[in-house]
């Protein structure tokens, strides 16, 4: 098998057209499309006269062919009725399939990451390897199905359908498990939904376990709502204990001096902002597993912790969860998406310490933490309890308490005024909110 004709069926790419051009002889273009770019002279013309019949040329003509390159359009979702339907591609379809059936003769890219691996064989061995084919081959189509999910989308929004919502499935990676529980254990994400996990590097280069996956998420979701060099302190998927100083190795301390006090261990530490080896000599303790930061710089890579690099921490806008139940999919809308509400910051927060849980705030900046308890009670009185045991240093102009609800006992409510609260944000339901002042 070798690359010696290049079907060019798209305007993009033409960089790696000039690469391509130095392994083969020669590379087609439909002289529609040839008329539109500039780089006239890498391609020859290929009458459109042979492509309006689909049926001759893939029995023909398109076997004649070493590989097939096309880029599946976009679809904007803000197109009408109109333009939509005049936009939907038919061509490039029907060449794609017959290009995967065929794919040991016929390598099928469809992607700028396929040419560079294409381009890299070439360069190695002259030939793109059966196997390199055969994922090519199915990279391919499941592209041409998110194209064909996407229009099935906008088509049913357009024609006021609401049975548009097609979830699939695609395989990022496996998971570091308990081999005595499961079989397999892989991670996933829904086809053309941007996750949280997109721009995250572990510096380890180990296989990711499940908890780390779910330490990155808490981390990201909490660190979008702190300022820069504020710390989290996060023990499994719950959160302990928030410093948001201007100062990051203040913030660091006061995480230790937390740690250290509550006998927390085995815990995650995420930084919203830059490890450097003299930070990471500070966090590198036997209090902590797993850091989480924005950038590392000037460091070793230690054998007792994990490092993850998270360079984007805005994760994507919360307005729909789903829940997988088996095979059975609940989805929800966040009413209070994008709401104007009092205090969003503290809320945002709050939020993510479901269930029963508190939250105090020292100049909207400062956190005291207590989440997963069994009663409002309970997590209010913890959260009374932390406030009292950690120093503030700089001058306090408001504290207030974040929770579900106040119970009613008189006990609790002098326990409030006298640890300084002043106001107190009722988040009862998720579309109902209610400030009280306590003073």
Known sequence: ?????????????????????????????????????????????????????????????????????????????????????????????????????????????????????????????????????????????????DYYVNLYKLLSETFASEKFEYLLLKKLQPLEFNKNVYKDVELLKIQSKQTFFENVEFLNNELL????????????????NLSENSCALISGDKIEFISSNASLEYNIQRILDYAKSYKVSSAS?????????????????????????????????????????????SLVKNDVFYQFLDSLVIKYENKLHDQNVPSEKLLNIFKKLQPKAALIAVNSEIFFLSSYCISDYEAIENAIYKFSKVSVSEPISEVV???????????????????????????????????????
């Open 1 to 145: 098998m070798s690359i010696e004709k290049v079907l060019w069926f798209t305007t993009d790419f033409i960089d790696y057209a000039k690469k391509i051009k130095e392994f083969t002889t020669k590379i087609y273009i439909p002289d529609f499309l040839h008329s539109e770019i500039e780089e006239k002279d890498l391609f020859i013309p290929l009458s459109a006269e042979s492509i309006k019949f689909p049926e001759d040329f893939m029995n023909d003509s398109l076997k004649n062919f070493d590989m097939f390159v096309v880029n599946i359009p976009e679809l904007n979702p803000s197109w009408d009725e109109k333009t939509l339907l005049e936009k939907i591609e038919t061509s490039f379809s029907v060449l794609v399939k017959q290009a995967v059936k065929n794919y040991r003769d016929i390598i099928v890219v469809t992607n700028e990451k396929t040419l560079q691996t294409v381009i890299k064989n070439l360069e190695e061995c002259g030939d793109v390897p059966l196997q390199d084919r055969r994922r090519m081959a199915l990279e391919s189509m499941q592209r041409l199905i």
């Open 209 to 224: 376990s499940i908890e780390y996956i779910k330490v990155i998420h808490t981390s990201m979701k909490i660190l979008e």
């Open 401 to 439: 308490l974040v929770t579900n609800s106040i119970p009613d006992d008189a006990k609790l409510l002098k326990k409030l005024r006298e640890s300084g609260v002043e106001k107190a944000i009722l988040f009862e339901e998720l579309d109902k909110l209610k400030t009280l002042n306590l003073r």
């Open 269 to 313: 530490i995420a930084v919203n902002g830059k490890v450097d080896k003299d930070i990471l000599k500070i966090i590198n303790s036997n209090y902590f597993s797993t850091v989480i930061a924005r950038n590392f710089e000037n460091i070793e890579i230690p054998n007792d912790l994990k490092l993850f690099k998270i360079p984007e921490i």
